[in-house]
């Protein structure tokens, strides 16, 4: 049913000796109920408003992650949900359109009804029906992170009747979001440990503020997800990266990213090679700018990742040294997972059929944030412990999670 409550106005009741017939009219459809008295129909009415889950959308994180990961779950687990007071602490509350543009995406996936889906808007109520397998395109018309389109849009599509094809477009390499080189070289091959197969075709890069760049992620629907254990590190075996300007900028601003990080990681890893790329795109990107990631790898098929973006007026040499420092304090910590990845598999490990654990360094906001929307729209159950092992230190935690085990009505 389409039915929402609290979203139309009653259009009366006319009694019977059969039946009470009561119209409901939300904004795009009018329901006939049918009922022996307005008694029961009142009942029925108090029972459809009771599933609408209500989200405060300005609590913790208090900005896309609770979006993005309420979105996502009710989409697969079909419970309509209403979410009021939307950014409602940032200097500019309401919707943006990256986060329109991902409710939008989310809405399509599932055929669903989206409601107050507009730039400025506080409140969205999600309804989904069924998740169909397709091709779905995303387009913010800004530069908005590609990557966190494909967080909100991903664990949809796994749970589709057949594989999906994801156009995301926008930024590829913008701010307060992961590059998309993090969400192939890092985030992919992680969640491929839950069961996750999706390739993602970069086409073209995008930077602040043009966007431009566009992504293709074809998934593969999954069955059921499998849970992961990731608490044993191991010793960082690789490291590597690319450093790289597009557009008008400089080639000599990626060497100089590059030798400071490499100088920087250097004095705390002494024996392996530090490989990173210098790279000048003028071909694939639209609009111009500068930006590394580092990447390093354990012997236990563990990654980590430091990056940094560049900005008008501030030298290359800080922006190495910044992803350098990054990628660093991740390995100090002796987790499995960096402190970027550990948010976006909250949601895989509360689908998940069975117990996960991942080891980490501090838990971030954005990470409660997500095991707090995740345990309101699921029986999963999450706990966060110190690590005590003598490899640990003082801010080394273990995220354990009982995964309710979501699966694919299709197979």
Do not use: W
Request: hydrophobic share 40%.
């Amino acid at each position: 049913s389409n039915f929402e409550q609290g979203g139309g106005e009653s259009l009366g009741c006319l009694p019977s000796t059969f039946a009470c017939f009561h119209f409901f009219r939300d904004r795009q459809h009018t329901f006939l109920i049918l009922g022996k008295s307005l008694k029961s129909i009142n009942i029925f009415l108090s029972k459809m408003a009771a599933a609408m889950v209500e989200m405060d959308g300005s609590i913790m994180e208090g900005g896309g992650q609770i979006l993005r990961v309420s979105a996502a779950l009710s989409c697969i687990n079909g419970a309509s949900i209403r979410i009021n007071k939307i950014r409602a602490g940032r200097g500019t509350p309401g919707l943006r359109p990256q986060h329109l543009s991902g409710l939008e995406l989310v809405r399509d996936i599932c055929c669903g009804n989206l409601e107050g889906g507009s730039v400025g808007s506080t409140e969205v109520t999600l309804a989904p029906g069924k998740i169909k397998a397709g091709n779905h395109t995303a387009d913010p018309q800004t530069a908005g992170s590609v990557g966190l389109l494909l967080q909100v849009s991903l664990p949809c599509a796994l749970y589709a009747d057949g594989p999906s094809e994801l156009c995301l477009k926008g930024g590829t390499n913008a701010d307060m979001a992961p590059q998309i080189d993090y969400t192939i070289k890092v985030f992919k091959p992680i969640v491929e440990k839950f069961g996750v197969h999706f390739n993602c075709d970069l086409r073209m890069r995008g930077y602040y503020p043009k966007g431009g760049g566009e992504v293709v992620a074809k998934v593969s629907p999954v069955s059921e997800l499998s849970p992961v254990n990731m608490t044993e590190r191991g010793t960082i075996s690789k490291i590597y990266g690319r450093s790289f300007v597009a557009g008008v900028l400089p080639y000599k601003l990626a060497k100089d990213m590059a030798t400071t990080a490499t100088r920087v990681i250097r004095r705390e890893i002494k024996d392996l090679y530090i490989n990173i790329q210098t790279l000048q795109e003028k071909d694939m990107a639209c609009g111009s700018g500068n930006g590394i990631i580092i990447i390093a790898e354990s012997s236990t098929g563990c990654i980590f990742a430091g990056s940094a973006l560049g900005k008008k007026g501030v030298y290359p040499d800080k922006v190495g040294f910044e992803a350098a420092e990054m990628l660093l304090r991740n390995i100090r910590h002796n987790g499995c997972v960096d402190e970027f990845l550990q948010d976006q598999l909250i949601l895989f490990m509360a689908l998940a059929n069975g117990i996960s654990r991942i080891r980490t360094g501090p838990v971030t906001l954005h990470t409660k944030t997500a095991i707090h929307v995740a345990e309101q729209l699921t029986q999963a159950k999450f706990t966060v412990t110190k690590a005590e092992d003598e490899n640990a230190s003082n801010d080394t935690y273990i995220i354990e999670c009982q995964g309710v085990g979501v699966t694919n009505p299709n197979f």
